[in-house]
């Protein structure tokens, strides 16, 4: 069940290639079978973040009984490293959003 919606502002080369592995890292961060999750890769060239349009992104994850304090610091340490190297998107131009809507909320 995990998505992974990627909002940014930096366009990429292989949309595609980009999501398999954003998929593959996504499903070792998290600790989750790879065949469950949606990766989304939306590109807003108008997108800003504190006041500028310089590179930003929004990354929400949304994962099923896996969410902690502790857990979430880790997972956002490995997300914004590996935006960082992928995508040269600093820790300082967005947000992580990690959300468990609970199992009665996912169909």
Not at 59 to 68: A, E, G, Y
Not at 69 to 92: C, I, V
């Amino acid at each position: 069940m995990p998505v992974i919606d990627l909002k940014t502002n930096v366009v990429i080369a292989d949309p595609k290639a980009f999501c398999l592995e954003f998929s593959k890292f996504s499903a070792k961060i998290l600790k989750k079978d790879e065949a469950y999750f949606s990766v989304n890769y939306n590109y807003h060239e108008n997108m800003m973040f504190k006041a500028s349009f310089e590179p930003n992104f929004l990354l929400h994850v949304t994962v099923l009984d896996t969410l902690s304090p502790q857990a979430n610091e880790e997972a956002s340490k490995a997300f914004s490293a590996f935006l960082k190297e992928k995508l040269g998107l600093l820790d300082n131009r967005g947000y992580i959003i990690f959300s468990d809507p609970g199992r009665s909320n996912v169909g």
